[in-house]
């Protein structure tokens, strides 16, 4: 597929946004205080809920939502597997939004930075996919930096380990129960509203009288419409783009995510930067190894 046709382009366009929206996401749950990392994310839950529903509906994507639920009635495995599968997204969304409250929000974006490499393991090693000689490279570059982490950084990142190895997790587990679509997603979402609701009920009686302010409440809601948007755009971008370049505008968000955390006032530490150096010597290696694939199929 070119990259300049109207398709294309309106997918590199829907993938940027989704990245800078998610950026903003990042900075926006350090403006609904005094609420903390579990209340947001109980709030993320349960609006982004509705929010994806009238998205699935005007994008008429629902079918994937009704697909799933016939497969309920001749699968009862599912109703074991899919619980599982909320909850490893639901961990993740929580540190989404706790991380950049708690001053952790450096340590995701270092996992985020990860990802790509885990996922490229994962697939090797679960699925069997080829792996290049340049992507073993990639991840023994990668892994000096994980060992530098792990041996001689002032303090282990857990959060950005949590990140790393989870999502690879999550997704192949999703892959494997054939529920890699919005309409998988929509169901991780509402098995989590149970536990999201007590989140938000039991935690906010802690809150002192008159804490949801007019001006608190509407920041609530756009957190639900920012969650929801930048949801749907990266699955319009999905869709629109080949598997290649979308590849390659996902490492937009983790560049945007540490820009947002040097903004919180979080700074990466003097051992840390041999972790770092090592990570973005390794994607930007996979970015040009993802840019000359591209060109050889084009």
Known sequence: MSTHNPASIA???????????????????????????IQIYGWRILLTIPCL??????????????????????????????????????VQLWLFLWAPVN??????????FLLPLTLVLTGRLVFKERITTLQKIV??????????????????????FMVALGYPFYFALRRILKTSNLGGMWFDLLLSAPVAAWFIVETSKALPEGTFTATLLWLILGLGVLSATSLGLMVLANHRLPLGLFGLLAY?????LVVVALLLGERIENM?????GCVWTAILLLILDGVRSMRREA
């Open 11 to 37: 997918g590199v366009i829907f993938s940027i946004s989704s990245s800078v929206l998610f950026g903003v996401l990042y900075y926006y749950s350090t403006l609904l205080a005094p609420l903390n990392g």
């Open 53 to 90: 529903t009238l998205f699935l509906i005007v994008t008429r994507q629902a079918k994937d939502v009704t697909a799933i639920w016939k497969r309920l009635k001749h699968e009862p495995w599912l109703w074991l597997a899919l619980p599982v599968s909320s909850f490893l997204v639901g």
């Open 103 to 112: 001053g952790y929000a450096l340590d995701v974006s270092l996992g985020y």
């Open 139 to 160: 991840c023994a570059i990668a892994g000096v930096g994980v060992a530098n982490e792990l041996l001689f950084a002032p303090q282990v990142s857990w959060p950005a």
């Open 252 to 256: 937009v968000e983790p560049a945007l």
């Open 272 to 276: 840390q930067w041999i972790t770092y």
